[in-house]
């Protein structure tokens, strides 16, 4: 079954589909959406060679104190955001977005809380379910993955479907209004909606104003359910004068001479003495 969001006129308009109404086939969480579970902490070590590979490395490496612990990478869930790591001029920095181009093969190392101070980021962050309506009433449905740091928003549609080559080129969320704007072979759409009662609600458009319609996003996944009992504390990136290489210390570790704590944190994680699951 293929299902396009705008009338066929062409053979040539079938290869030209819209990853929006294209079809996108949702993965069905089932009853396992709702569980309750809580979320897995793993601990995540200092790598001894940043330069070369990610700050951080999942699991127990040998002779490698915990560094900190986090949420492991998998669902997408609600409450929490992604931490990836993104190579830049020959470093490797720890970002809440995915490098510029590389959205649709990006993986988050970890999942953590957002800062205390950014509320706004869980309304965001996390796997959504996209119904498109087309003017004939007809709807079609998408899934799609979004990250967010302040008012830049990106992400990726479900990399399982056949559509995990289209693209969101741009993003943004300003006072409770987030616009996307996706792209796919030569076609262009824009998504516009507005937060009310837990969702996103509002319309998509051909971006040369020939289609349009109504939009809804929605989640299927439960919020994350944390251990009860642990503390969060926040993490910052560091930097030194003449290193390229920046660091990052939970907020209750000393600097190291020259070396200067950004002012605003990028995410929550847990200490290294939290124990899952209790």
């Avoid at 490797?92 to 509320?119: K, T």
């Avoid at 009662?197 to 289609?211: H, I, N, S, Y």
Wanted: hydrophobic share 40%.
């Amino acid at each position: 079954m293929k299902l396009i969001l705008g009338r066929i006129s062409s053979a040539s308009r079938v290869c030209a589909f819209w990853v929006v109404g294209a079809l996108l086939l949702v993965r069905d969480e089932g009853p396992a959406a709702a569980s309750e579970t809580p979320a897995g902490l793993v601990p995540l070590h200092r790598a001894p060679t940043a330069e070369v590979g990610p700050p951080f490395v999942v699991g127990s490496p040998a002779g490698s104190a915990v560094a900190f612990r986090a949420v492991a990478a998998g669902d997408w869930r609600p409450g929490l955001v992604p931490l990836f790591t993104v190579e830049k001029e020959g470093r490797h920095e720890l970002r809440r977005l995915p490098g510029r181009g590389q959205e649709n093969f990006s993986e988050p190392l970890f999942f953590a809380l957002p800062p205390e101070d950014e509320p706004e980021a869980t309304r965001i962050a996390g796997r959504w379910e996209l119904t498109a309506t087309r003017d004939d009433g007809s709807k079609v449905r998408a899934a799609l993955e979004l990250a967010c740091e302040g008012e830049q928003v990106a992400g990726r549609f479900d990399p399982l479907t056949d559509y995990r080559f289209a693209s969101i080129t741009a993003g943004s969320l300003r006072t409770n209004h987030l616009e996307l704007r996706v792209e796919h072979v030569a076609d262009a759409y824009v998504l516009a909606a507005d937060w009310r009662d837990g969702r996103w609600l509002g319309r998509w458009r051909r971006a040369d104003d020939t289609e349009g319609g109504e939009l809804v996003l929605s989640r299927r996944l439960s919020p994350a359910v944390l251990p009860v009992g642990l503390g969060s504390i926040a993490l910052h990136e560091c930097s030194r004068s003449g290193d390229q290489q920046p660091r990052y210390l939970l907020a209750s570790e000393p600097l190291p001479s020259g070396w200067v704590r950004a002012v605003r944190p990028l995410c929550r994680v847990w200490p290294a003495a939290a124990v899952p699951g209790r």
